[in-house]
C-alpha cells in the first residue's frame, strides 16, 4: 500500500517538474523572441506610375513589438494607409494577384483582395493599438516617395486588443499581408473600383503587398 502511494507521489513529481519545464521552454521560443520579416512588392503600378517596393519587420523582444516599415516608390508628398491583412479563422492569407482582379478592369481594389488577404486588422500609424483603421498619423511619403516607419508597442496590449476585436488573442504574424494603400487623391478611376463605406477609393486603393514570414533564428 506505502509503495503504491510512493510510486504514485513519484509519477506526479516527474510528470510536474516535466510540465513547469516545457512551459520554460514554450515561453522561451514562443515570446522571448522572434523576427518576422515581409517583402513588399508593388500593385497596381499602372495607375500609380511607378512600382512600389520595401520591407516590412517586426521584431518580438519579452513584451515589446518593434514595427519597422520602410518603402520606396510611393506616390510622394502624401499619407499612406497601411495594415496587416488577415482572416479571423487564421487560415493564411496572400497577397492579391492579377487573378484577383474579379471584375476585369485592370485595377485590384481593396474589397477584390479580400478572398485572397482577408481583411484590414492590425493599422500602423502612431496607434496601433487602438486598432482605429480611419486615422490621420500614417506615415507620409516624402517628395521622393519613400518614408521610414517606425513603432514599438505593448505586445500583451495590442493582443488584448486584437482579441476584442477579433475574438482571437493570437496574431499569427506569419499568416498575415502587409498592404501599404493610396494613390494622389486627383487620379480618375473608373466607378467600377471599389472601397469601404465612403472613404474614396483612391485612400483605399493597393499600391504594395507582402506576405509575412517568420525570421529563422
Ligand atoms: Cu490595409
Not at 133 to 159: C, R
Not at 162 to 185: C, E, S, T
Not at 191 to 214: F, M, N, R, Y
Request: glycine share 6%; aromatic share 8%.
Amino acid at each position: 500500500m506505502r509503495k503504491e502511494f510512493l510510486r504514485s507521489l513519484t509519477a506526479a513529481k516527474v510528470a510536474f517538474v516535466f510540465s513547469l519545464a516545457w512551459s520554460a521552454v514554450e515561453a522561451d521560443s514562443d515570446a522571448a523572441n522572434a523576427s518576422y520579416v515581409a517583402h513588399l512588392a508593388g500593385l497596381n503600378s499602372k495607375v500609380t506610375g511607378s512600382t512600389a517596393s520595401g520591407e516590412a519587420r517586426f521584431t518580438i523582444k519579452g513584451d515589446s513589438l518593434t514595427i519597422q516599415i520602410d518603402a520606396n516608390g510611393l506616390p510622394p508628398g502624401m499619407m499612406h494607409l497601411q495594415h496587416f491583412h488577415g482572416f479571423t479563422d487564421n487560415h493564411e492569407a496572400n497577397c492579391a494577384t492579377a487573378a484577383a482582379d474579379a471584375n476585369g478592369d485592370g485595377i485590384i481594389d481593396l474589397l477584390e483582395t479580400e478572398p485572397m488577404s482577408g481583411t484590414t486588422m492590425v493599422p500602423f500609424h502612431d496607434d496601433p493599438v487602438s486598432m482605429q483603421i480611419v486615422n490621420d498619423t500614417y506615415p507620409k511619403a516624402s517628395a521622393n516617395g519613400s518614408y521610414h516607419y517606425e513603432k514599438t508597442v505593448s505586445l500583451s496590449a495590442l493582443k488584448a486588443a486584437f482579441a476584442k476585436a477579433f475574438n482571437d488573442p493570437a496574431l499569427d504574424l506569419d499568416r498575415r499581408v502587409v498592404y501599404i494603400h493610396g494613390i494622389f487623391p486627383a487620379t480618375k478611376l473608373p466607378a467600377s473600383v471599389a472601397s469601404l463605406d465612403d472613404i474614396p477609393a483612391q485612400v483605399t486603393l493597393p499600391i504594395a503587398c507582402g506576405k509575412i514570414e517568420k525570421v529563422s533564428q
